[in-house]
Nanobody, 121 residues
Framework: QVQLVESGGGLVQPGGSLRLSCAASGSIFSIYTMGWYRQAPGKQRELVAAITRGGSTNYGDSVKGRFTISRDNAKNTVYLQMNSLTPEDTAVYYC???????????????WGQGTQVTVSS
């Protein structure tokens, strides 16, 4: 079993910055794609950013140029640096990882519990 624990959410003023972290623990052989999704009230969950094991990245259109995703494979951790935040970034942010628990066992998707980010003056 794999556990994902997020941290770093909170309240920030418009134009401010936050850094989210998500660490995986448990039965881990390899972690493939890591990503961040978000869900605002009344809206569908959407991709914020994703990063492959090799470091290739993909961003949602609304965050390009403002957010940066990175990972530390040795620590099984993914980060999301969020700059120039606006009220439209307010949402619950979820960490996601595709994890192979053992060699020769198929990888599967895992989700964190979510962390609230609120951008407000």
């Amino acid at each position: 079993q794999v556990q994902l624990v997020e941290s770093g959410g909170g309240l920030v003023q418009p134009g401010g910055s936050l850094r989210l972290s998500c660490a995986a623990s448990g039965s881990i052989f390899s972690i493939y794609t890591m990503g961040w999704y978000r869900q605002a009230p009344g809206k569908q969950r959407e991709l914020v950013a994703a990063i492959t094991r090799g470091g290739s990245t993909n961003y949602g259109d609304s965050v390009k140029g403002r957010f940066t995703i990175s990972r530390d494979n040795a620590k099984n951790t993914v980060y999301l640096q969020m700059n120039s935040l606006t009220p439209e970034d307010t949402a619950v942010y979820y960490c996601q990882m595709v994890v192979a628990p053992q060699a020769n066992i198929a990888a599967y998707n895992n989700w964190g519990q979510g962390t609230q980010v609120t951008v407000s003056s």
